[in-house]
Every structure is written in structure tokens, then in C-alpha cells.
């Protein structure tokens, strides 16, 4: 990773702590194009570590066992190395949770992953449930793998096994995202600028196909509630969708480019986005307007010269699990660190050809891919104020327009819509 050049601004910015990384082998023959990492995910319980290696490759490491790994022989790590210290899965079915390594052949380029879990008392959508051919229970842990054919395969964490192979996209499967709570409806964007919703507690039934984007769509996210969908685009878009509906809630408008990344806060009260116009903007989603901009290009460009090639394209942008810190990843070879109320960021990480990245399930570690590795940095810590607790709660549960309906002063309620 080589160094990078920092703004006035930046210069006595700290630089974030290298946690560790793996390393993909390579060969002298082995072409880069095809070996890029476009998706990493954490297990929603912290238990599994995912990538693509490029190549139809995907890892599945167990991410305590990798954490242990760093700290045992130094932050570097190849990862096919990970295979003579990780327990290999075997046959004995008591053997099912303890978390094994797995290397998985897709069959096409990976583009998405995510992870699922079940919570059984989250019933089917379809009627028929005594005809299903799955019984997720408890226990069930699933990948999920979009594919450059268009196709989506789900498989058994626990024994890398192929369970369902969905086939109703006709692109590239840009994204996925699976509902938090625990229903394993799966929504999946894609380049044939569609978002299709699948139920896998139904055997993978696609249950509704979402049209509204008019070019190719990038990213998805839910809310913490599972009752939102985000989804980005080409062309400015960012769609807001009620999953209960199925329809558009709105369409938010301010980037001035394609707009390739989207997650909510913790509490569903904020909503970033990433765009090609070097920006990230956090939203409040249930009013439909910007409240804070953060800029990887000084001075920003204007709206007509956000559409160049200016080296400070936003690819990825991720949400920590404190609601306070937001991290970037952008062309000009750098990862940021920002908190939500300051301009600048509080830490940066030098990375070449980022292209994601995301928070750890306790938030205490940022990976991010390149091609076909992964980097991992500490990430900024600090206690959260017993009032940003206290605004974390109420943002659960209520809305915002619920909240300026409050009968508290005004002060009070510009804080708990993240305005002060």
C-alpha cells in the first residue's frame, strides 16, 4: 500500500492502526482483471469473515480464529495459509456450529455477498409452508453470492454447501442485502435495473420485482427495522422503498453523479449514500433531506464537473454500529474515517484500487477490499455520550416527524433529528 498525498486540512489527521490482512495468492500468470474484490461481509453474530478473491472465489474464514491469526504471526496473512491452522469441517453433525473454514467455487465472477440468519418465529409470506423443502431453524447461517450471469446461489455457512440457485435476473448482481429481522427475505439490485425480493424461507420464491431505476442499480440496504429499502443508482438515483408495500416512498435528490453505496445508522435514523460526484451524503430518509456533506474533493466541484475523472470517486461507505463514525473509501487511494458531526475526518488509511468496505459486527475493525485482499484498520473509538444513547433509543422507535411532534423544547428535538 503506498503512501498518499493529504490535504491542508488532513495533514494532523492520525492515521488509522493496521489490524491485519489477507493476502489472495497469486501466480506469475494470474490476470488482474477478474481477481477484483468487489464485496466483503461480517456474519450478523461476528462468527464469519467473507470475501471474493476474484476468480469465482469466495473465502469463508471464522473471524475470531482470523482475529487470533493477526496477533499470533503480525498483521500480514496469505490466505490460503489460513488453511493449515483453520479446522477443516467434518462429517460429525455436533460438529455443525463450530466455525470451520471454507473455500467456495461460485462459477462466475462474485459481485455481492451477504449474510443471512433465520429467526424462526419469522413465518413465510406463502401459505404452503408444510411444502417447503427447507426448514431453517435457529441455527441457520446462509451466504449469499451475486454472480456476473445474473444468478444468486445460497449456501450452507456451516458446510459450504450449495442450497438454492435463483435465476431470474437477466445482469450482473450488483448488490445484495438481507432483511435484519430474521425473515431471510433477500433483496438483490442489479445491472438489468431491478431490485427483486426473495423469500428463502419459501424455497427462494421471488416475491416482487421493484422497477422504478432507469439504468443500471449498484446498491441496496434495509433499515434496522426491516420496514425501508434503500437502493442506488445510475444517474443520481436514490430510491427509498416501503417493504411492506412494496412501493416507492421517494426519490431523494442531491448528488450530481451515479451514486454506487447506501447503508442506514444503527438506529434508522440516518441514511449515507456514495456517489462518483465525491461526495457522501448523510440523509434523513424520513424527510427527505441532506445534513451533512462529506467531501473528498477540495474545493467540492461544481455540479456540472462532478461527472469528470477527478481521482476522488466514492466507491463504498459503511455505517458503525456506534451511530457516530462513517467510513469512506475513494480513488485517491485513501480510507477516511468520519464522525457525524465534525467536517473533517478523525482518522485516514492509505489503500490502492479500494473498491468496499465494511465495519466489523462490534465496529471495533474496518475491512476493505482490493484485489482479491483484504485490509483491516482499527477503527476510531470512543464512549458514546449518555445523550447520544439516549437519541439512539428514541430513533428506534420513532420517526421523525413523530419526534417534532414531541412536547419538549426545540433544542431538544434538533438533537434528536440529528440537526445539532
Known amino acids: 500500500m503506498a503512501s498518499f498525498p493529504l490535504t491542508v486540512n488532513e495533514k494532523l489527521i492520525a492515521r488509522s492502526r493496521t489490524v491485519g490482512e489477507l493476502l489472495a495468492p497469486t501466480s506469475p500468470f494470474d490476470k488482474k482483471c477478474g481477481r477484483e474484490n468487489w464485496t ?13 478473491q476474484g476468480h469465482r472465489i469466495v473465502k469463508l474464514v471464522p473471524w475470531s480464529q482470523c482475529l487470533n491469526n493477526f496477533l499470533l504471526h503480525g498483521t500480514k496473512n496469505v490466505a490460503n ?35 443471512g440468519s433465520s429467526v424462526p418465529e419469522k413465518q413465510s409470506r406463502c401459505v404452503n409452508i408444510e411444502w417447503h423443502r427447507f426448514k431453517f431453524g435457529q441455527d441457520q447461517l ?35 442485502t438481507f432483511a435484519p429481522d430474521g425473515s431471510l427475505i433477500l433483496v438483490s439490485a442489479s445491472r438489468d435495473k431491478t431490485l427483486r425480493v426473495w423469500d428463502l424461507k419459501d424455497d427462494g420464491n421471488m416475491m416482487k420485482v421493484l422497477r422504478g431505476h432507469q439504468n443500471w442499480v449498484y446498491g441496496c440496504a434495509f433499515s434496522p427495522d426491516s420496514s425501508i429499502l434503500c437502493s442506488v443508482g445510475a444517474s443520481k438515483a436514490v430510491f427509498l422503498w416501503d417493504m411492506d408495500k412494496y412501493s416507492m416512498i421517494r426519490k431523494l435528490e442531491g448528488h450530481h453523479n451515479d451514486v454506487v453505496a447506501c447503508e442506514f445508522s444503527p438506529d434508522g435514523a440516518l441514511l449515507a449514500t456514495a456517489s462518483y460526484d465525491t461526495r457522501v451524503y448523510v440523509w434523513d430518509p424520513h424527510i427527505g433531506v441532506i445534513l451533512m456533506e462529506f467531501g473528498h474533493l477540495f474545493p467540492p466541484p461544481t455540479p456540472i464537473f462532478a461527472g469528470g475523472a477527478n481521482d476522488r470517486w466514492v466507491r463504498s461507505v459503511s455505517f458503525s454500529h456506534d451511530g457516530l463514525h462513517i467510513a469512506s473509501l475513494a480513488d485517491d487511494k485513501m480510507v477516511r474515517f468520519w464522525r457525524i458531526d465534525e467536517e473533517y475526518p478523525v482518522q ?59 412536547p419538549i423544547p426545540s433544542k431538544v428535538v434538533e438533537f434528536l433529528c440529528y440537526q445539532i
Open 40 to 52: 466483503v461481509a461480517f456474519a450478523p453474530d461476528g462468527s464469519y469473515f467473507a470475501w471474493s
Open 348 to 406: 485516514v488509511a492509505p489503500l490502492n484500487n479500494g473498491l468496499c468496505c465494511t465495519f466489523s459486527t462490534d465496529g471495533s475493525v474496518l475491512a476493505a477490499g482490493q484485489d482479491g485482499s483484504v485490509y483491516f484498520w482499527a477503527t476510531p473509538r470512543q464512549v458514546s455520550s449518555l445523550q447520544h444513547l439516549c437519541r439512539m433509543a428514541i430513533r428506534r422507535v420513532m420517526p421523525t416527524n413523530q419526534v417534532k411532534n414531541l
Open 81 to 115: 495459509s489460513l488453511n493449515t491452522r483453520l479446522p477443516r469441517q467434518n462429517s460429525d453433525s455436533s460438529q455443525k456450529n463450530k466455525p470451520c473454514e471454507h473455500i467456495i467455487d461460485c462459477g462466475d465472477i462474485v459481485w455481492s455477498l451477504a449474510f
Open 142 to 176: 446462509l451466504l449469499a453470492t451475486g454472480l456476473n450471469n445474473g444468478r444468486i446461489k445460497i449456501w450452507d455457512v456451516y458446510t459450504g454447501k450449495l442450497l438454492l440457485n435463483l435465476m431470474d435476473h437477466t445482469e450482473v448482481v450488483r448488490d445484495l
